[in-house]
């Protein structure tokens, strides 16, 4: 099954893709539209161990941090709603559309990240088949099994499978322990500092061979300037773990079924579709 992350898609297409793409006569943009599906449709033809397989793409809710945001206010605050931030969101509604159009499911829970969302499905269908998740999100690794990984797009396509054999030998943590991993160092991309000082070998040697980091304090590692600096800022490390740590139990309003999603068209058959060229 592959499950995709669909703004993270729709942000890298607008952003990332090799050349803009207009309407005819050139009075409408629609490079993200025409890179989401043209990426989506690579991935489903180079990437996947099966020709055809069950895709699900899934969109954050409008009210998807609500959550996250009552319990730490600087939650994606470093996020500009500058007009070319949003500019992905000019195309959102055509994604979506183009989705409808050729059979391919989508969701949206509104009080949900796509994340959350994601994790929980993930969960159901890797009970009984491989899953894999299409983003450059690093969060995802703590979902990792050996029955779920992460396609990548971004990079070489002889690495563009991330495995839990990866994290472990470049980070020196297991996916269990990511979130602790990134309470530690931080996370810029939603605006958690971490603790001053500790970056990623100094977080893997607090965490060796699978400590929890609930159990850091008893442990005796908490020692020295960085022991100390853990210790002060203990409070916020476990709430930015919490944060980190995504739900695998929500009420999503659509399930895996194991049936196999209809072929997508070339990205340009969409546009025409939709009638935008």
Not at 12 to 18: L, N, V
Not at 22 to 33: A, Q, V
Not at 188 to 197: E, H, L, M, Q, T
Request: charged share 25%; aromatic share 8%; hydrophobic share 45%.
């Amino acid at each position: 099954m592959l499950l995709v992350d669909g703004f993270n898609v729709l942000w890298a297409g607008t952003f990332g893709f090799p050349a803009p793409i207009f309407s005819r006569d050139k009075s409408r943009e629609l490079t993200g539209l025409f890179a989401f599906f043209a990426l989506l449709r690579a991935t489903i033809r180079d990437d996947l161990d099966v020709t055809t397989p069950e895709v699900l793409v899934v969109f954050d809710g409008e009210h998807g941090t609500a959550d996250r945001v009552a319990a730490d206010g600087e939650y994606k605050a470093n996020r500009e709603a500058t007009p070319e931030a949003l500019k992905p969101l000019q195309f959102l509604a055509p994604v979506k559309e183009g989705l409808n159009l050729h059979g391919i499911r989508w969701v949206e829970v509104d009080d949900a990240e796509a994340d959350d969302v994601i994790a929980t499905l993930a969960a159901r269908a890797a009970a009984t088949r491989p899953v894999r998740i299409m983003s450059r999100d690093a969060d995802y690794y703590q979902l990792l099994t050996d029955q779920v990984c992460i396609i990548n797009r971004s990079r070489k396509s002889s690495r563009r499978l991330i495995t839990p054999a990866e994290v472990v030998e470049r980070y020196g943590v297991t996916p269990e322990q990511w979130p602790a991993f990134r309470a530690l160092t931080g996370d810029s991309a939603d605006n958690i500092p971490g603790v001053r000082g500790v970056g990623p070998k100094v977080a893997a040697g607090l965490l060796r061979d699978g400590m929890p980091l609930d159990q850091l304090p008893d442990s005796g590692r908490l020692v020295g300037a960085k022991g100390a600096a853990v210790t002060a800022a203990w409070d916020d490390v476990l709430r930015w773990e919490g944060m980190i740590t995504m739900h695998r139990d929500l009420t999503v309003p659509i399930a895996p079924t194991g049936e196999v999603s209809p072929t997508l068209p070339k990205p340009a058959d969409v546009v025409e579709k939709l009638g935008l060229w």
